[in-house]
Each structure stands twice: as C-alpha cells, then as structure tokens.
C-alpha cells in the first residue's frame, strides 16, 4: 500500500522549466531519502538528485545549477525544478524513495513522468 506518484512531466521547449513533484504515501514510519532518477530511451537509469528528511541534497555533476530539488516533509513530497532544459534532458524520470516501511528501511520507486524538452 506504499506508493511513490510522480507528477508535473510533459512537453516544454529548450530554455524552459519544469517542476516534478513525487507525493509518498500509505504506512510510512519516516522517511529517510527522497530522490529523482531518469531513463532515456535504451539507456541506464541514471541518478539526478536526492535529499533527506533533514534537507542534505545530493546532485549529479550534470545537473547542478540547473536542477534544484526540494521537499515539503509534513505533505512527504519532493519537487525537482529544472530550468533551462535541454533536449538530451528528455526521459522517464522516476521518484525514488529509502522509506522505513514494516521496520525496515525499504526502497520504493514511483511509475515514472515523462518529460520531453524538444520545439
């Protein structure tokens, strides 16, 4: 009954901004990481960004400058804004989240939001 939904993906021009939102819910004790991965057509999932409970963030190298991500911890959501988005930007991009769950910190992934950047 633990689900990640991600929202906020769709169609925007190079230049333009985005911002993905990933909502956790269900029986959750507490949070311990929230973070955001994409996958472009026949390639790797590949690492974005995370942050904790506590605000610590985490960026790929890539990333940093353009993408911000953040959290509103009483509503267990994490944002992902991306601005001056590039077409190589474009993928699935997945919300992750390491929830305590049963006991036991479990790793959980969302459905996925498509974000394609292209005129």
């Known amino acids: 009954q633990v689900q990640l939904v991600e929202s906020g993906g769709g169609l925007v021009q190079p230049g333009g901004s985005l911002r993905l939102s990933c909502v956790a819910s269900?029986?959750?004790?507490?949070?311990?990481?929230m973070g955001w991965y994409r996958q472009a057509p026949g390639k790797q999932r590949e690492f974005v960004a995370t942050?904790?409970?506590?605000?610590?963030?985490n960026y790929a190298d890539s990333k940093k400058g353009r993408f911000t991500i953040s959290r509103e911890n009483a509503k267990n959501t994490v944002y992902l804004q991306m601005n001056s988005l590039k077409p190589e930007d474009t993928a699935v991009y997945y919300c992750?989240?390491?929830?305590?769950?049963?006991?036991?910190?479990?790793?959980?992934w969302g459905q996925g939001t498509q974000v394609t950047v292209s005129s």
């Open positions: 269900g029986t959750i004790f507490s949070i311990y990481t």
């Open positions: 942050i904790t409970s506590g605000g610590s963030t």
């Open positions: 992750n989240g390491v929830l305590v769950v049963g006991g036991a910190y479990r790793d959980y």
